[in-house]
């Protein structure tokens, strides 16, 4: 075993006694063929085509992050993966993290050490795993044997968060646990190799708040997970006791082109559009655009007035006025009438998902016309009598949906009990080892239930209604799940986007099919909203309070509405109130324990309210006050 000269460990105040240190290992940059290892017969659609990778030198963690080493920076911040007789567990995974709890780990060790530690991106996570310039070309981080080098579901008898870290043979490098254990979570959005991949030089992804690539397999996976170029589909906001997280760091000391700093980057908070015909949200002007990430959407241009959509491989511009029904129906009006309709989620003020009615779903961020190819020529149409957006839309349209009607039933989605609508993952080569099945058994009860074999879990259940034939609400015991939806002309397939609050904004696609041809149906054992929340919807209704972000004031890390007259709770936080121009008003430090926080007291208006502490909070209590 040949071990790299620039090994370093990190000093971690307050790490539990005889616990692992944090311990880094050099890996010198160069090139390999990520994808496929040659004689792989468990290669998916994921890991092809083959193609070339430079990297440059890197540091990466020994082992998967620990426990411990996980209490010495965040403290009691994040889910314990301690179980009833399982002993000491410092050395242990992390795990129960999202992707945004990973980013926010090196946000703090930051922090600490003034250094840029951070994820790993795809391409470094495979180099290493592989060996680095020592790779002996093993299907294996270390062997072509994946007992001597992996916990997987064939040798780790079930469990929960995985093994100790280091109790198997390390690699070509000296790393540890690269294959199974806990999966760990990279830093790159989710996408399939280019079919015309060619050589590549320090790959990764700007950041956007989509589906994320989680590597190296886990324990309660089959071996074949394990592989070096095995990976697989996450949703950013998922966690469960199979997927930490491994540290790296630049050899050059900064981070990677492309690579935002993680302690700018935070979950965002579900919020509400405006009330009326116009969302503003959706407005980019002259100099930006919203573009899809998924590189087979349109490119949308929205003026005040006027908006253009640009596809990307064909058709028609589609030019003309526009309007907005229930902040989630897009519609661009003609000059000769014809109406283009688009349904679309905001996830914050610069990604958003989005699809045309009758279409597939993807994901789209606002950026820079001048950085878009073929965006700048796009020009906003000139209109000569604009007419206001209430004369554009039908008359009446835009429903109430704080109290939606619950009369009406798409037709098209009931599929009766002899089909069902189908995501099979394994079948489409998407990524994962799940598979997805909606049912409209009639005109009362839907069901949405996910399922890998052995086992499956219904995500929702209940009576259901639709609104404008694009919005569906599915509730049980007086728990909603709201998804925003599309059909196919021809009925035979079913797009949604979820409000589910583990994956707000994630998309899928259901096939309609014989529900005795669904493979390997198992019924579902439980629903879990019926005895915790992560199920339930984020659904806020249009109100009267405009979400508004000035440029700048671009570096507020979360921007949420919140009305006059609110209380915010808090503890050890500091407290701040700006106006809209940026102007401080108001600052104080609130130590430990609950201190209520009233803005009845300001005058009637839109201010920014930062709430700064030193632990990561994923959520502040918001409660009406009496004024």
């Known amino acids: 075993m040949v071990y790299a000269q620039s090994d370093y460990s990190v000093d971690l105040p307050g790490l ?21 290892s040659t004689g792989d017969t468990h290669c998916e659609n ?14 990466i963690g020994k082992y998967e992050l620990t426990q411990a080493q996980w209490k010495a ?5 994040g889910s314990s993966n301690s179980f009833p007789g399982m002993g000491n567990t410092n050395d242990v995974p992390q795990t129960n993290i999202t992707w945004y709890d990973a980013v926010a780990f090196t946000c703090e060790l930051n922090k600490i050490t003034g250094k840029k530690y951070r994820l790993l991106t795809d391409a470094e996570f495979e180099f290493a795993a592989r060996g680095g310039t020592l790779s002996k070309g093993y299907l294996y981080s270390g062997s072509d044997n994946p007992d001597l080098v992996a916990w997987h579901s064939g040798n780790s008898s079930g469990g929960f968060g995985g093994k100790a870290v280091g109790g198997l043979a390390g690699n070509e490098l000296g790393i540890y646990d690269m294959s199974g254990n806990v999966y760990e979570w990279t830093w790159d959005n989710w996408g399939n190799y280019a079919s015309s991949a060619s050589d590549l030089v320090d790959p990764t992804t700007t950041h956007k708040h989509t589906q994320k690539v989680r590597r190296g397999g886990s324990h309660d996976q089959p071996a074949s997970e394990s592989r070096v170029s095995a990976r697989k589909i996450r949703s950013i906001e998922g966690k469960d006791g199979s997927i930490g997280l491994r540290l790296a760091i630049s050899a050059s ?9 993680p302690c700018s980057i935070h979950q965002p908070e579900p919020s509400g559009g405006p009330k009326g015909f116009k969302d503003t949200r959706l407005i980019t002007g002259d100099d930006y655009v919203w573009v899809s990430t998924g590189g087979y959407g349109e490119t949308f241009k929205i003026g005040e007035n006027g908006a253009v959509v640009k596809p990307a491989f064909f058709g028609s511009n589609v030019s003309g006025e526009w309007f907005t029904l229930n902040s989630f129906s897009f519609n661009v009006v003609s000059s000769s009438g014809t109406v283009t309709k688009y349904i679309y989620y905001l996830i914050d003020n610069e990604n958003m998902s989005l699809m045309p009615e009758g279409g597939m779903p993807d994901r789209y961020e606002k950026r820079l016309a001048s950085e878009v190819s073929g965006a700048s020529g796009m020009t906003l149409p000139t209109i000569a009598n604009p007419k206001s957006p209430e004369q554009l839309a039908p008359a009446g349209y835009n429903v109430d949906m704080a109290n939606p009607p619950t009369t009406g039933r798409d037709p098209r989605l009931i599929d009766g009990k002899d089909s069902a609508w189908l995501q099979d993952n394994v079948k489409l080569g998407a990524g994962g080892t799940h ?12 069901r949405f239930v996910v399922w890998d074999p052995p086992g499956s879990t219904g ?9 404008d034939n694009n919005f569906l609400r599915i509730s049980y015991n007086g728990k909603n799940n709201d998804y925003l939806y ?31 041809e669904v493979p390997a149906w198992i019924e579902p054992t439980m629903y879990p909203y019926e005895n915790m ?5 984020t659904y806020i209704p249009p109100s009267d309070l405009t979400s508004l972000m000035p440029v700048s004031l671009s570096h507020f890390d979360r921007i949420q509405p919140i009305q006059n007259g609110l209380s915010i709770q808090v503890s050890k936080a500091s407290v701040s109130v700006f106006d809209l121009q940026g102007k401080l008003l108001s600052q104080k430090v609130y130590g430990a324990g609950s201190h209520l926080i009233s803005l009845a007291n300001l005058p009637k208006g839109n201010y920014f309210v930062r709430v700064h502490t030193k632990a990561y909070v994923k959520n502040f209590k918001v409660s009406v006050s009496s004024k």
């Open 16 to 36: 539990a006694s005889g616990a692992k240190s944090l311990e880094m290992v050099y890996v010198k940059g160069g090139s390999f063929q990520r994808g496929c």
């Open 46 to 59: 994921t890991e092809k085509p083959v193609h070339k990778v430079t990297l440059s030198d890197y540091y």
């Open 73 to 77: 920076v965040m403290g009691s911040s």
């Open 253 to 261: 000391g900064s981070f990677p082109t492309g690579f935002e700093d």
């Open 435 to 446: 598979r997805y099945r909606f049912d409209f058994d009639d005109e009362t009860e839907a």
């Open 459 to 467: 995500l929702a259940r209940g009576t259901w209604f639709t609104v």
């Open 486 to 516: 599309t059909v196919t002309p021809d009925g035979k397939t079913y797009y949604h986007i979820s409000y589910q609050g583990y994956e707000p904004g994630d998309f899928r696609m259901f096939e309609k099919v014989k529900a005795s």
């Open 533 to 537: 929340d992560n199920g339930s919807s």
